[in-house]
């Protein structure tokens, strides 16, 4: 078998809210989601929800490969984007391209990732995640009621720019869960997304203890600033959370030596590789692993085959507008289910047609010769050109 092309799309995820965190706001609540999907000789497409910033660049590390060398392959993406270096958006394509060829290798083995990467329980624990920022105390009240229905019993806030409206906010939760959970004590997080110093840290994470039982901080200051990291880890009660926008292993290493983190984060758009080698140096150090992502499907099959993974993030409980997810919500957990590959299904009818939009940004790529294109999973892309080209790129917020 052998990497012969790639296409890439970009689909919507809708909210129907807004949606957004301390450092700005979705007014719409509608969320651009990047798709790359990478083809082979044999038919078979993998798929990879994430960007594809300069992919152009980083696509002849693989082609021609056999994507079920996809460990060798993630280290060849790396050193092909050495000079110039991976951090950035770029190990966000890096990550989509590699979630892809994990998607090939378990779909060629007839298995799903989770079963093909030695996971025995397909139920992966979930914490709530609304991105809620925006929303009034009533409207909060009500999505955490939704979230609380499906059986979930820890959620995690955005605050961090008003710190008594925070208090007020993680109390509603609170009761909310409480009450859902027939008085059972529920988990409770904030996520403050680098907003503070590292004195606004203590202080107010201090303030909020004083009538809250917080189990993490998170992202309470700039993701870099180990030794500030440490000072919270030791002036506050709760775990300190963070590394979801480290971009490579190298830049966990001072984080781990400083013992400035206690809940060791990735995110799902720097892929499944990533997740994996890192879950292994915070499981060295004895620490837990958690998730992070609107759509976590590729973290969550990978995270069934760790022993430290804690709980994955619950974002939005309904998939990007045209892809069909082989996985559903049940008692507080997401459970995946026994399609080969990921089981991402995409829609290329419901894609192109939100592509084609006068407000929205045109599909990307390709690059594939058109005689080995896959069966499967082919998203409308405009401008079709039959020779290979790097795909127009962009920054991608995700």
């Given amino acids: 078998m052998r990497i012969t092309g790639y296409r890439t799309a970009t689909t919507v995820q809708r909210w129907g809210r807004p ?19 990478v083809h082979t000789d044999e038919g078979i497409t993998g798929v990879g929800l994430g960007p594809h910033v300069q992919i152009g660049a980083v696509f002849p590390a693989i082609e021609g490969e056999d994507p079920r060398g996809v460990t060798a392959l993630y280290d060849r993406m790396l050193r092909h984007t050495f000079k110039a270096g991976h951090a950035g958006a770029v190990f966000g394509t890096i990550g989509a391209l590699d979630t892809a060829l994990w998607d090939i290798k378990a779909q060629a083995a007839g298995e799903p990732l989770w079963r093909l990467l030695g996971g ?8 709530a995640s609304g991105l809620d920022i925006a929303l009034t105390d009533d409207e909060l009240v009500s999505v955490y009621r939704t979230y609380a229905e499906r059986g979930l019993r820890a959620a995690k ?40 110093t ?54 966990f290493r001072p984080l781990l030596a400083a013992g400035a983190v206690d809940i060791v984060q990735t995110a799902v758009v720097w892929g499944v590789s990533h997740f994996l080698r890192v879950s292994a140096v915070a499981q060295a150090h004895d620490l837990p692993v958690s998730p992070i992502g609107t759509t976590p499907l590729a973290l969550l099959h990978a995270a069934t085959s ?49 592509t084609r939009r006068p407000d929205a940004g045109a599909a990307e790529g390709p690059h594939i010769r058109p005689e080995h294109a896959g069966r499967r999973l082919l998203a409308v892309a405009d401008g079709f050109r039959p020779e290979p080209s790097p795909g127009r790129d962009g920054a991608v917020r995700d």
């Fill in 19 to 37: 949606v957004g965190d301390a450092n700005g706001v979705f007014a719409d609540g509608a969320v651009p989601v990047p798709i790359v999907m």
């Fill in 120 to 127: 025995r329980d397909r139920t992966v624990p979930a914490y």
């Fill in 157 to 196: 806030i955005k605050g961090g720019l008003d710190i008594e409206r925070d208090r007020r906010r993680l109390t509603l939760v609170r009761d909310v869960l409480t009450e859902a959970a027939n008085g059972a004590r529920p988990g409770l997080m904030l996520d403050v997304n680098e907003a503070w």
């Fill in 198 to 251: 590292r004195k606004q840290a203590v202080r107010h994470v201090c303030e909020l203890e004083r009538t809250l039982d917080l189990t993490w901080i998170e992202e309470p200051v700039r993701r870099w600033d180990a030794e500030g990291l440490a000072a919270v880890g030791r002036g506050v009660r709760a775990s300190v959370a963070t590394g979801e926008n480290l971009t490579g292993l190298e830049q």
């Fill in 306 to 354: 760790v022993p430290n993974h804690l709980a994955s993030e619950l974002q939005d409980l309904h998939p990007p507008l045209g892809v069909s997810l082989d996985l559903h919500v049940e008692d507080g957990a997401f459970v995946l289910g026994d399609t080969p590959g990921l089981g991402v299904t995409l829609d290329e009818q419901v894609i192109g047609a939100y």
